[in-house]
């Protein structure tokens, strides 16, 4: 089902997500917790901004688990960035290789996908007919993580300085398209999507399900600054910061990173969290 | 533009082909001569089959050069096969990863290409909408090569027991279908398919050049026997074999694998090679 | 941990040891069960044996988990052999690489190994020092399996055409090696060694444990063949085999393969199991 | 051979020696020109330092060719570094994997060796007996490479801030024990050693020949800045630099990254070359 998790604030370390927290991306590699599927070791990917060198993220995917990448431990104690994002997957669409790895990239824009589109094989190339053609052929795997991106930056509008209602009205159309093309080919199968997106200025995720009651976990934790101290991790409140971090930090991931602590809340089904880049939230709920 | 060479014969060791000759397809994949592009690094795979054993070959491919990856070392010295495919890659479509490795496979087929097809970008997406389900399905990767191995068995009207003529016939509704959707799309480039496709009984080669002179080089040799004696590979020639080899062999290769040695022809243009389960070879020119 | 399984009898696919039995290899690389470390994900690797085509066997290694490798699922359904050895490794020493994954192999030997040398670092200088040249030259990864490996051939004496007794006092020379260079290093850890050694005709199981109570779980199963019936994989006890197959078979397996059924006996702790080339078993008590 | 390039100086993004000049390492992966082997396909890495994230290096390695890897195509656009290396391998010594891929790194050392140790599988087990133990259970590859830079660090007296001095003196004492070894060991084979080692402020070039007239070649430039204009890679002179860049910057490269351009000047053979933390060059004899 794969788990994920994504950070907007002031410089991180991957590992500070990756390794370091008591439920850490690796962890859940292999003991995934708030899931039915507890392995994710069918790949990984991580990808990352530093916007003063490129507007385009760095992306490292391997089709290696987590917990055995040498590039991922020599790397991640020295890749720090501001806007972050890291994906374990536990395969059902596509074969294991670097191709079907999270997270996407195009230009600036990084995505990431835990769940499955209801049906996909039945609407899979009607997706394809529905993409521009500049998103078509960008498509490198086999995934409906891959497409449902092909799907999403076909639908934006404002592709240079895209604005939260941008990022909304475009997963607007996409929903659209999705339940349009799944009701065209009788699909009555769950639809989950948590998907991540973002230009590395703000980000978007959707806490999304369809043909089901329960949508997959989705957790946000906002504060000051997530840190790491005395070997434990987290998020410090913002009325309680001694040290007056100048910057906020916002984390989403599948599963609390740090445990069961109160820094964490869910976002709702069938919504989206925005963070903007002064790293606010705001939580939407999806009209489709 | 890639390297190949199909055998089937026989039982012959994959090393015959592989690493044995002196312009071996390791050879090839560093230093090949019969083209510009010298290099095929980009991947290779083998393909193989026992039918006492399964009707459905074995497939090995990898994202590594020929030259230096440790599985082939430590297989093909063992590998024995009365039909096999080998390839070395030189990637133009598809990034460089074991999904976009030649050979290609459904069930009981195999397939293999050099070359290219005229515009692709422009006709991809009609390729896909021509497929039948179960082959688009089937596809794993990027390359024109493993879609127009989807087309073909689209075309393909006898799947069970395939004769020449219904390899024939699924190649030419190949070539209408692709020339058809090339025309509407306007492509002037080139089209190249060097092709090798095999049941495990028979296989079928194909040299074809598109709004081109000249096509890639395609060579065969048969005799009685492919055999490798005090460091020199050659082909005994039906005649002359003294040992009374039971069985015939036949090779087809991009290049010609023991140099330039009399026992090779070349394939002419525009025209198909078919061998059968006798290791007769039959050839035909493209009607289309 | 590492789990492992060999078989020697009539021709067998690697697939009814990989994927087909209750408890396959590759369901014991994502979920084993006679041990604490259920994940064995740390790559994988089969050797075999075909005699009348080499005597060196074939081996591919992967560092990818199992459950989840293209080649092997594309090759194992065809590979067919009467001697051969599947693992599934649970790092312990040695980064996950080709090669550091099992079977290791020397000319016509397979190894491969479930459990770990004690005090391992403390010795391993000591060890290489112990080598013959050309075994120590042999090493390409870092792992306590392939130095005892090294250290087993270095103390074969019959390298030709060893018999039950050369296998033995091979075993019995390098336990006295290693519990001389433990003592000398002072060394109180726990050693396990359940090892495989086969020349494909004839193959020896060590079951030991040193500073410890329990060893590690190693069973056997024989009869007349190991085959597939209606899904359901099962050893044909010799007395009541109807078919009346001419040669006999023999597994052993660090998990009974086919779950709690009464073919499986245990190893006993600290005994050498050989099977022959009549694939007649003997066990016989470590004297060392 | 192998063919590599570092660079020191003012923060510089890696495909400006990577991929934009126009003898980039990615170029020299296919197609070398100052030397016989042409070929350095064999894997490739990289390796940078940012010290204020922390003075331990990243490292990232691939068995695959230079030219078609997907990660470094989608890293190495974003990373900036004031200190880093970059190898692509043609292997002598060591299978291809990642552990036997440049550049090799020790916690805040990396090191990269193009060349070879004459005699080396001769001396292997003395350079092996010769190391202290936590750099001997550092080794994970097969590599004379990586023993070297064993045997460098065993050497190193002053670990925690070497100076020049330092740098040097474990070098010479570290050639010292190499002669001394290969003389006992009646070695004749030439020696080859053009090494790069630094600690992220620093950085130390060896080029060096043993048993041979020529050394491989080994170039540096220096200047204000490394820039990238119009398409052309080039280094400004410092007194031509009309936007006062305010740090220097250094190359050492087996080929000119940048043609025959007046840039470019060797290190001559049997001399090191210094490049301290302002840049500065200091080439100095080897000694032993």
Redesign the interface.
Known sequence: MCRFAAYLGRPL?VNDVMSRPKVSLIRQS?SATETDVT?N??GFGIG?Y?LE??E??????????A?????LR??S????SPCFFAHVRA?EE??????NCHPF?YQKFLMMHNGGVGGF?KI??AM??ALK?EF??N????TDSELLFALWLSSLEEFESPKESDFISAWERTLTTLTTLQKAAGVKEETYLNVIISDGHQLIGLRYVNNADQALTLHYAEGSAFVHHHGVCRMLPKENDHLHHPDNAVLIASERLTGDTPEWKDVPKNHYIFVDHHKRVVLTPVKN
């Open positions: 370390l292999s392995l070791g069918d990352w530093n060198v490129s385009v993220p760095a992306v490292f995917v391997s089709a290696l688990p917990w055995n990448d040498m590039n020599n790397m104690h020295q890749i720090q395969a596509g074969v294991v290789n670097q191709s990239h094989k899979k190339l394809l007919n053609p078509f052929h498509i490198k795997g086999q």
